[in-house]
């Protein structure tokens, strides 16, 4: 065995590079490499360094010559080689160089042996700083004849005049700053001051013309905007009414006795449309313009704007059912301006309809503007002939679903281009329901409720894992099916994502054949020739991914329709769209180009 212990001191040469002067140390390091080798024939002993600064390489100078067992060998290059030794013998090798990098420099001490198979290799290395040495004052650079004499006590000493210098330089260049920065200051001050001077005296040349000067704003802008001021005020001190037309003039004489009649009738169509909940309001009738008016508006004025607005999101309900209001319309209360620009909006919708090229579109006032979305009229024929349409949502076959069954978010239903007999369904009611649940664990009890009235129920956000066994358990009389929305790898953190189906048992079995899930968002369910699909497409975040993980969900849901197409099969899409065809947003937008591609039709208006 051999034991072979390398002594490198290391210090930087401030005259050698003084390009790189500002850079180095006089600073000596002590590294210790301890070699155990099992009978090697040849020992190498290599030493490298490497630099952040890919410019700067500079090569080692060996100051001492080899020593091996006590006799000095002139080492020929930067490799030196060990001869071989006896089994058994020790051998101390001392290498001593001077090495030139920068601080930010590192080095690696690497070992290889020659011809011969060690048993055994072992290296230890311990970087140990230490002072200089002071056994001499100076030393030679080299170990050869004439080599230059280095002074430690002199370059320390010049170093420190060198730092010092490079400090005092750098609050002399941070003072320079300021001075320059107060200088650019006072400067523009001047400026400024030379500027008014000038035109103090430019104005003192002028004639006095202050009385026969006419105002800086016109009469009629001042009158634009006293109106515009009016009519904002205006529009706020309308917020809590609504009008209300249709109802009859009580004949009574006393007047007190027809305002108690308005009141009643008031009440009661407010408690019809806000399901019987009882609101303080105000009743005021406005005057017939003669005696002949059987009816005049009634003015009501609620504590809040809220309960206004709720009441008039509400007031559809007096045209959704048989009723004794049939004939009374609820409008907010507009002003003049508003009800200007309200007819004129009507003016141009209709004028857009009219003109409107393809009719799978229609226009529809929204958010104070005329807005384009996809027609949502069944009867509406887009081009197909009236034999093929018998799939519509009134006209469609009898043994198709009936749409007062689907209690969902958004179902939509393709306009299948085929005759009635190729599309044979076993006539069957369903009741099908889509549920975004959010964490189906905290809120299976009103799954459960849904489940006794549904037949089937998709399900969106049930934040369940691959592994949970909860749905078998808590709805045992019902078949489930899930898809984690989790990857694997994140099955320790909080639940996220995920779809599922739950079948009653009360459909025979065999008529579901098959469930597939193509993909954490998408699902379907085949129900004899009927297949039902179930969708969670991603959120609007507004980020580009979300947007093309959106593409991506409907580029797959595109590739199973186009197979149920290409098969003859009818088919339903329900779920979570997160998108609005009626809004103009890049999802809407990427929704609407999906549904005029696959020539779909929409079941419900609200989305």
Request: aromatic residues 8%; hydrophobic residues 30%; proline residues 4%.
């Amino acid at each position: 065995m051999y034991f072979v212990e390398s002594v490198l001191e290391i210090f930087m040469l401030k005259k050698i590079i003084p390009i790189m002067s500002a850079t180095f140390f006089s600073v000596r390091t002590l590294i210790q490499v301890t070699l155990t080798l099992t009978r090697p024939k040849v020992f190498l002993f290599n030493l490298k360094h490497t630099s952040q600064n890919s410019n700067f390489v500079h090569p080692f100078k060996i100051k001492q010559l080899l020593l091996l067992n006590g006799q000095k060998i002139s080492p020929p290059k930067y490799t030196d080689q060990c001869p071989s030794a006896k089994i058994g013998t020790v051998n101390t090798v001392t290498f001593t160089f001077y090495l030139f990098f920068c601080n930010d420099l590192d080095f690696t001490i690497e070992t290889s042996d020659g011809p011969g198979t060690p048993v055994s290799t072992q290296m230890n290395l311990n970087v140990i700083s230490s002072q200089a040495n002071k056994k001499s004052k100076t030393r030679p650079i080299n170990e050869v004849d004439n080599s230059p004499l280095f002074d430690d006590e002199s370059h320390k000493a010049l170093r420190t005049k060198v730092l010092n210098l490079e400090i005092e330089n750098e609050a002399q260049k941070s003072l320079i700053d300021k001075l320059t920065n107060k200088l650019n200051d006072l400067v523009n001050k001047v400026l400024a001051i030379n500027t008014y001077d000038a035109y103090v005296i430019e104005q003192k040349k002028l004639p006095d013309q202050r009385s026969n000067q006419k105002p800086a704003v016109s009469e009629y802008q001042i009158n634009v905007l006293n109106s515009a001021s009016d009519e904002i005020n205006e529009q706020e001190r309308r917020k809590k009414k609504l009008i209300v037309f249709g109802v009859p003039i009580s004949k009574k004489k006393e007047a007190l006795d027809r305002k108690r009649n308005d009141e009643e009738e008031i009440n009661k169509i407010l408690e019809f449309i806000n399901d019987g909940i009882k609101t303080e309001k105000i009743v005021i009738r406005f005057k017939p313009k003669s005696e002949s008016d059987t009816t005049t508006p009634i003015l009501i004025k609620f504590k809040d704007e809220v309960t206004r607005n709720e009441i008039l999101s509400k007031a559809k309900k007096l045209r959704s059912e048989k009723n004794a209001f049939q004939r009374i319309y609820l409008n907010p209360d507009l002003t003049i301006a508003q009800q200007h620009n309200y007819k004129r909006l009507r003016e141009e919708c209709k004028n857009a309809n009219t003109n409107e090229v393809d009719k799978r579109y229609m226009h529809v006032i929204r958010n104070n503007s005329v807005r384009r979305g996809i027609r949502n009229d069944p009867k509406q024929n887009v081009g197909s002939s009236k034999e093929k349409q018998s799939y519509f949502i009134n006209e469609r076959s009898p043994d198709f679903p009936k749409s007062s069954q689907m209690q969902t978010n958004i179902v939509m239903s393709p306009k299948l281009t085929r005759n009635k007999e190729k599309t044979q369904l076993q006539s069957t009611d369903l009741n099908i329901i889509c549920y975004n649940c959010k964490n189906i664990q905290s809120n299976y009890l009103y799954v459960q409720k849904l489940l006794k009235e549904n037949d089937i129920i998709f399900l969106s956000e049930t934040w369940l894992k691959d592994k949970d066994s909860f749905s078998e358990q808590i709805f045992e009389d019902s078949l489930t099916y899930f898809q984690s929305g989790m990857d694997h790898y994140f099955g320790r953190g909080r639940p996220y994502g995920g779809i599922g189906w739950i079948v009653s048992k009360k459909i025979d079995k065999p008529m579901i054949s098959e469930v597939k899930f193509h993909s954490r968002r998408i699902s379907s369910i085949e129900k004899g020739n009927f297949t039902l699909i179930g969708v969670y497409l991603t959120s609007n975040d507004s980020t580009k991914e979300s947007v093309i993980e959106h593409k991506i969900d409907l580029a797959e849901l595109n590739e199973v329709t186009g197979e149920l197409q290409r098969q003859e099969k009818l088919y339903l899409i329900i779920g979570d769209f997160n998108s609005d065809p009626w809004r103009n947003n890049t999802y809407d937008k990427q929704l609407v180009d999906f549904l005029i591609e696959k020539d779909l039709n929409c079941l419900e208006k609200n989305f």
